[in-house]
């Protein structure tokens, strides 16, 4: 096996992939767990290796998404514009929890707030719902890919106070001066336009 190279690499990011994913087969029963590092690269994924991950669609009132533009730091799919925020449940038994895949939107809420800044009271995984699972496999260059079962949820803010995090001198402050990643929000129609011919 050839020796990985990861130097070069964001020292966060790098962290990161000591992380323990779950491992699954092809109908989302956990067959084991092993690194984010394993998990990604393309030589152990050839070999079938796939993992758990999960895909968070957060809303507004208006009906409009909050996209990102992922990190430029990311060791997959950097600078790529994707949904709100994707990532995946650790092997510990609070994300392991399969009922009502809460394991999964317990993830999201802690995801949420790690990427997004948003305050862990604000998304409850009781208004996180889940809505469908699909195989995402994919290669981002020669050494990683992705080759995981994303869990699709979802949440609609019931109001828009998601989208400022704390005041300052009274005036809330909003999300998107917050947040560490850039951040848009388009209305769903829309996105349903851009996503069938981009
Ligand atoms: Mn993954």
Known sequence: MPEININHLDKQQVELLAEMCILIDENDNKVGADTKKNCHLNENIEKGLLHRAFSVFLFNTENKLLLQQ??????????????????????????????????????????????????????????????????????????????????????????????????????????????????????FDRFLIVFEDP
């Open 70 to 187: 992922r990190s430029d730091a990311k060791i997959t799919f950097p600078d790529c514009f994707t949904n709100t925020c994707c990532s995946h449940p650790l092997n510990n038994p609070s994300e392991l929890e399969e009922n009502e895949a809460i394991g999964v939107r317990r993830a999201a809420q802690r995801r949420l707030k790690a990427e997004l800044g948003i305050p862990l009271e604000e998304v409850s995984p009781e208004e996180i719902y889940y809505i469908t699972r699909f195989h995402y496999k994919a290669q981002s260059d020669s050494i990683w890919g992705e080759n995981e079962i994303d869990c699709i949820v979802e949440m609609g803010m019931v109001t828009s106070n998601v989208l400022h995090v704390g005041t300052e001198n009274g005036t809330p402050v909003p999300l998107f001066r917050s947040s560490p990643v850039d951040v848009f929000l388009i209305h």
